[in-house]
C-alpha cells in the first residue's frame, strides 16, 4: 500500500538557518503530495501541495517539488524564524482515494 | 467562513465507559474523515464519510470503534468499553470532495484520556 517515510527528527536550528526534511514516498498511482505543519497547541494545518510531478509547492517561505524520478518531496526553507518550531508531517493520497497516509512527523525546534 | 470544529476539545474517561466524539464539518463538504494521533502510531486514517455513507471502515482499530454521519453533516465517533490503548488525540477533516485534489482541512482535535 502506499507509505511515507520522512527523516527522523527532533531538528533543531539557530534563526536564520537552512531546512531540509526529507520525505520519500511508496504509491501504486499518481498520488498528490502534501506537506502538513502542526505549531504547538494548534491542529493541523496544510502548508502546501503539488498534484503532478515536478509540480512546486511553495507558502511562507517554504517550498517542495514533487519528484517522480526520485519519489520524493522533500521539504526546504532558507531562512527559518523561531515561529517556523512546529512538527512537520509529509503526506499523501491518491488521486481516487480518500485518505491521507502521513509521514511520523518532524519535529522542528529554532532558537533565537 | 467556520472552519471544522471538534467537541469535546479534552474528555477524561475510565477505563469500560463509552465515549462520543463529534465532528461539525464544513458547511457543504461531502467528504469527512477521521484519524487517530497517537504516540506509539502517529497519524492513522480511521474511516471515512461521502454523505451519510462510510464506504471503508477497514481503519477502525475493533469492533468497539463505531461511527456515523447524519444528515451529511455532522458526525459522532463513538468508542465502546474505552481501553488505556484508546488514549489519543481524534482528529477530523472534511473536504469539499472526496479525491486527493481536494484539500483536507482538520479540526482541532479531541484529546481523549482514559484512565
Not at chain 1, 514516498?25 to 498528490?32: C, I, K, V
Not at chain 2, 471538534?6 to 463509552?18: M, Y
Amino acid at each position: 500500500g502506499d507509505s511515507v517515510t520522512q527523516m527522523e527528527g527532533p531538528v533543531t536550528l539557530s534563526e536564520e538557518a537552512f531546512l531540509t526534511i526529507n520525505c520519500t514516498y511508496t504509491a501504486t498511482g499518481y498520488p498528490s503530495l502534501f506537506w502538513y505543519v502542526q505549531y504547538p497547541g494548534e491542529g493541523l494545518q496544510l502548508l502546501l501541495k503539488a498534484t503532478k510531478a515536478d509540480d512546486k509547492g511553495s507558502n511562507k517561505g517554504f517550498e517542495a517539488t514533487y519528484r517522480k524520478e526520485t519519489t520524493s518531496f522533500h521539504l526546504e526553507k532558507g531562512s527559518v524564524q523561531v515561529s517556523d518550531s512546529a512538527v512537520y508531517f509529509c503526506a499523501l493520497s491518491d488521486r481516487d482515494d480518500y485518505k491521507l497516509s502521513f509521514g511520523a512527523g518532524t519535529t522542528v525546534t529554532v532558537r533565537a | 467562513g467556520a472552519g471544522v470544529s471538534q467537541s469535546p476539545s479534552n474528555k477524561v474517561t475510565e477505563k469500560g465507559k463509552d465515549v462520543e466524539l463529534r465532528c461539525d464539518p464544513i458547511s457543504g463538504h461531502t467528504a469527512l474523515y477521521w484519524y487517530r494521533q497517537s504516540l506509539g502510531q502517529g497519524l492513522e486514517f480511521l474511516i471515512y464519510f461521502q454523505g451519510n455513507s462510510a464506504p471503508d471502515k477497514s481503519g477502525l482499530p475493533s469492533d468497539r470503534f463505531s461511527a456515523e454521519r447524519t444528515g451529511g453533516s455532522v458526525s459522532t465517533l463513538t468508542i465502546q468499553r474505552t481501553q488505556q490503548e484508546d488514549s489519543a488525540v481524534y482528529l477530523c477533516a472534511s473536504s469539499l470532495r472526496q479525491g486527493g485534489r481536494y484539500e483536507q482541512y482538520f479540526g482541532p482535535g479531541t484529546r481523549l484520556t482514559v484512565t
